[in-house]
């Protein structure tokens, strides 16, 4: 069973930039899809971002796309998600999952990470 711990989160003003990471337990880490969701208070989570085995195709809700970024490091076993030009609406906590399928929705992940906190400020 792969563990993931989610990091890099923070307050940051409209505008900015974050840069998440995903760092995960398994050596066959490079052996899963892994995604990104996220969920503000009181909302159902929210697909965000997903990339294959190898890093050369990833997919992005409309939400974030051209301002996110997924990247994965397999000799590191992490993956990033690089936020861009962040507004108030990207609020919420950033979680990230595997998946031995690829997919592009969140049922195909059977569970989240903790997940790290981003609040963006207007």
């Known amino acids: 069973q792969v563990q993931l711990v989610e990091s890099g989160g923070g307050l940051v003003q409209a505008g900015d930039s974050l840069r998440l990471s995903c760092a995960a337990s398994a050596r066959s880490f490079h052996n899963y899809v892994v995604g990104w969701s996220r969920q503000a208070p009181g909302r159902e989570r929210e697909f965000v971002a997903v990339i294959n085995w190898s890093g050369d195709w990833t997919y992005y809700s409309e939400s974030v796309k051209g301002r996110f970024t997924i990247s994965r490091d397999n000799a590191k076993n992490t993956i990033y998600l690089q936020m861009n030009s962040l507004k108030p609406e990207d609020t919420g906590v950033y979680s990230c999952?595997?998946?031995?399928?690829?997919?592009?929705?969140?049922?195909?992940?059977?569970?989240w990470g903790q997940g790290t906190q981003v609040t963006v400020s207007s």
């Open positions: 999952a595997v998946s031995p399928r690829l997919t592009m929705s969140l049922a195909g992940f059977a569970s």
